[in-house]
C-alpha cells in the first residue's frame, strides 16, 4: 500500500470513529447500553459474589437462660468468619432465614440446661438446606455444640463410673478444662492454592464482558443501517475514498468502541472487586481478536439490516441466545454432547475457554492467541488435546474435573492408580498419571484384611492426607468406605464433607448406581465433585455372590440404567469394574462422562488399576484384566536377603559408610 493510499484509509477510519462517536455520546439509548448497563450489572453482581470469603450469620432467639444458650452464642461469635444475630422470636427469626438475611437459625428450649443434662433435644435448628452455606453453617454449629458440651459429655461419664452427682462432676471437669493448655495446631498448605486475588466474581466476570461486548457490538450495527439510509456512506463514496476504506472505517471505529468497552468492564471489575484477569498481555489479546469479531459481527448486521430500529430490538436477544450457546451463562461442560457441538461453532465458546484458561488456569498468551486468532479469520484449528496442555512437570497446573469431559471429547485416554502414600504418590505424579485414588483397596494393600469390608474413614483420611501432599499435577480422589454413606444423602454428604475438609481431596468416590443416585446429587450439589463406581462392587461382594462379572445378558440393560442415574445426578465420571468389553464400549458411547475401567475393556476413556497388583507386590492369582509391568516385589526380597546377609557376615557397614 503507497503512502498516499495508506494515509487516505488512515483518515477514513479517523473520520467514521468521531461519526460513530458522536452517534454514541447523542444517542442516550446506545450510552446507555454501552457504558451505564455493563457498570451496573457487574456491579451487582460484584456485590453479591464479589467477596473471597466464606462468612454467614446465624441467628438465634433470645433466650432467658443465661447457661448454654449464652455460652453458645458466644463461642459461635469468635468463630472466624462467623456473625450472630439476636431475634426476639421465632416467627422473626424463620422470616430472617426464608429471606435468607442469616444462613440458619437456632431455637432454644426453655429448660434448656436441664435437657441437655438429661440427653435429650434441645435446640431446634432451622435451615433451608437448598440455600448456599446452610451445610457450612450446620457445621460450625455442629463443632461449637461439641465443643461446649465436652466438659458436659465428660463430667456424665465421670458420674456413671464413680456414682457422684453430676453438679460435682461438671465442676471438676470444668476446672480441668480451663486448666488443660491450648491445643497447639500446626497448619500446613498443601497442593495448589487459590489465588487470593481471584474473587467470587471472578466466576462471572469473564461471561459478562463476553456478553456485553458481542451485543453492543451487534448493536452497532444499527449505527451502520443508519448512516447508510441517512446518505452518509453515499456522500464518503463521493469523496476521495473507496468503498473498502469505508468499511474498514466502520469496521475499525466499532472495534475501539468494543475495545473500550472491555477494558471498562475489566476495569471495573479489577479495581472495584479485585479480579484477577491473568496474563497481562494474554488478556490483551483475547480482548482484542474478540473485539474485532465482535465489530465483525456488527458489520454484517449492518450489512444485511435495513431496519434500525429493527436491528436495535433484534440485536440484545440474538446476542444472549449465542452467548448461553457459548457457555456465558452456564459452563459448556454442562452441555450434552450435541449442544456442545453447536456451541464450537459461536465465537462465545472460544472466548470462553480463553478466559478460562487465562483467569482460572493461570496460562498465557500461548493456551489462547492461536485459537482466537484462527477463529477470528475463519480457520478450523484443533484444541490441543489436555494432557498436552497440562503436561506430566511438576511445575504445571493441577489436572481439574473439567479435563476428564474434555479428554473424552478429544478422545484422550486418561490414566489413573490407586495410591495410599506420600513415596508411591510423588512417583505416579511425576510419571504424568491423570488421577490417584485414595482406594479402600488399602484394605488389602495397607492393613491386610481379606476384604476392603473393614476400612473406616479414620483408616483411610491419613493416607489420603499424604497422597495430596505429595501430588502437584494429578487429582487426588477419596475412595468412601463400606458403611460410611449407605444410610441416605445425609450420611454420605458428611463423609463427603470430612475426607474434602480433613485430606484436602479434590474428589471423592462410592459404590452404587441408580439406587444411591440421590447420594451422588446431595454431594454434588454442596460443591463435592463425584465419581460412581458400577458393575462389581467390592463392597457388596457378599450380596454379589463373590467375585462375579457383572452386565451380561438382561444385566447389560441394567448397568446402563445406573450410568445413566449417576451421570443425570451430576457425577463426573463412573467406574465400570468387571464388565464385558462390549457392554462397556456401549455405555461408554451412551454417556458424556468418562468412563474409567477397571476390567472393562479398551473402549471405555481411561484406565484405573491398583498399584501394588501391576507393580507385582500382590502375590498368589491375579484378575485377568491386571497386566504386571513390574516385580517389585522380586526385587525387594532380592535386596532385603543381601542385606541381611552382608550385616551377618560383617560386610555392612563397609568403612565408606563410617563417620570419622
Known sequence: MSGARFRTALAAVRSFTRVVARQIVGDRVT??????????????????????????????????????????????????????????DADD???????????????????????????????????????????GALDVVRAAVAAELGPDDAARFAASLTGTSFETAQQVAGTVAEALPPLDVAVTDVGEQRDESLSQFALTAPQNLVLFVFINAMAGGAAL?????????RRALAGPVSATDIVLGVTAAWFLVSLLQSALIMAVGSIAFGVSWGDPIGAFLLAVVFAAVGAGAGLLVGAVGGDEDRVSSISPPVGIVLGALGGCMVPLEIFPDAMRTVSRLVPHSWAMTGWERLVFDGEGVAAIGPTGCAYAVGVTIEEAPYA?????????????????????????????????????????????????????????????????????????????????????????????????????????????????????????????GAWFAPHVRAMVQAGVPVVAHIGFTPQSEHGLGGHLIQGRGEGAAALLEDARAVEEAGAFAVVLEMVPSAVAAQVTKALSIPTISVGAGPD??????????????????????????????????DAAVAYREDVEASVYPAPEHEYE
Request: charged share 25%; proline share 3%.
Open 225 to 233: 443501517v443508519r448512516m447508510r439510509r441517512r446518505g452518509v456512506l
Open 388 to 512: 498436552q496442555n497440562i503436561p506430566a512437570d511438576e511445575s504445571l497446573k493441577r489436572v481439574r474435573i473439567r479435563h476428564f469431559r474434555r479428554a473424552k471429547q478429544q478422545g484422550i485416554k486418561i490414566t489413573g492408580l490407586t495410591s495410599y502414600d506420600f513415596l508411591s504418590a510423588s512417583i505416579f505424579d511425576r510419571a504424568g498419571i491423570d488421577f490417584l485414588l485414595v482406594g479402600d483397596s488399602a484394605g488389602n494393600a495397607v492393613f491386610g484384611y481379606d476384604t476392603t469390608l473393614p476400612v473406616t474413614n479414620d483408616e483411610l483420611i491419613p493416607l489420603c492426607r499424604a497422597v495430596v501432599r505429595a501430588v502437584k499435577r494429578a487429582l487426588v480422589v477419596a475412595d468412601m468406605p463400606f458403611g460410611s454413606y449407605e444410610v441416605g444423602p445425609d450420611e454420605a454428604l458428611h463423609t463427603a464433607i470430612r475426607f474434602m475438609k480433613e485430606t484436602g481431596a479434590h474428589a471423592v468416590k462410592l459404590e452404587g
Open 93 to 135: 427469626l424463620r422470616a430472617a432465614v426464608r429471606r435468607q438475611t442469616v444462613a440458619l437459625g437456632l431455637e432454644f428450649a426453655d429448660d434448656v440446661d436441664a435437657r441437655l443434662a438429661a440427653g435429650e433435644p434441645a435446640i431446634t435448628v432451622v435451615a433451608d438446606a437448598a440455600t448456599q452455606g446452610a451445610q
Open 31 to 88: 450510552l446507555f447500553f454501552l457504558v451505564v448497563l455493563p457498570v451496573v450489572v457487574i456491579t451487582v453482581i460484584g456485590l453479591t459474589f464479589g467477596s473471597a470469603g466464606s462468612s454467614f450469620d446465624i441467628g438465634y432467639v433470645r433466650s432467658a437462660d443465661d447457661g448454654f444458650p449464652a455460652r453458645l452464642v458466644e463461642r459461635l461469635d469468635d468463630a472466624d468468619g462467623v456473625g450472630v444475630v439476636a431475634f426476639d
Open 604 to 637: 471405555c476413556d481411561g484406565q484405573l488399576m491398583v498399584w501394588t497388583d501391576w507393580a507385582g507386590f500382590t502375590t498368589g492369582r491375579i484378575p485377568r484384566f491386571v497386566k504386571q509391568y513390574a516385580q517389585i516385589a522380586d526385587v525387594l526380597y
